[in-house]
């Protein structure tokens, strides 16, 4: 991995840290690749050929303030021209329906490289279940 390809990969994933808490949908879907295979931690089972900024901005629209998204972590290998990560991100804010939201979720993304820039090709977002209540771990803190 060359120091250049996980500086690019960090500030990327920075990028997107930054538009959530503005409300910036297009900036967050910008570094998706046209090919995106989504595993969200929300429905549906899997996304596909889905518009990322139109997806992003309805689920910015279910909060009423900007979303924290603290990413803790992360890990990152790269080769020439693909890469992946993987990292802990606490989502937080305010719904507009009153709910406070403070969790965190398991995250890796597999990334590409054309024309020198990365672009993320895969996603997979989840949280832990309890085996024995086949219920989701929404933790607060670490």
């Known amino acids: ?15 997107r840290t930054r538009a959530f808490g503005r409300r910036d949908a297009a900036t967050a879907a910008a570094d998706y690749d046209d090919g995106l295979v989504l595993y969200d931690a929300v429905g549906p089972f899997v996304r ?9 901005e309805r689920w910015i629209a279910s909060y009423r303030t900007g979303i924290g998204h603290e990413i803790r972590d992360l ?6 021209d693909l890469a992946f990560c993987h990292f802990l991100v606490r ?19 597999c990334l590409r490289r054309m024309d020198d820039a990365w672009t993320i090709v895969h996603e997979h977002a989840s949280v832990p ?5 086949g219920q989701a771990v929404l933790r607060g803190e670490l």
């Open 1 to 15: 991995m060359t120091p250049d390809s996980e500086r690019q990969i960090r500030d990327l994933l920075a990028a």
């Open 48 to 56: 596909r050929g889905e518009d990322q900024a139109d997806r992003l």
């Open 91 to 109: 989502i937080s804010g305010s719904m507009r329906d009153g709910t406070e939201v403070g969790m965190w979720v398991r995250a890796t993304c």
């Open 129 to 133: 279940f309890d085996a024995d209540t």
């Open 75 to 80: 890990e990152i290998t790269a080769g020439t």
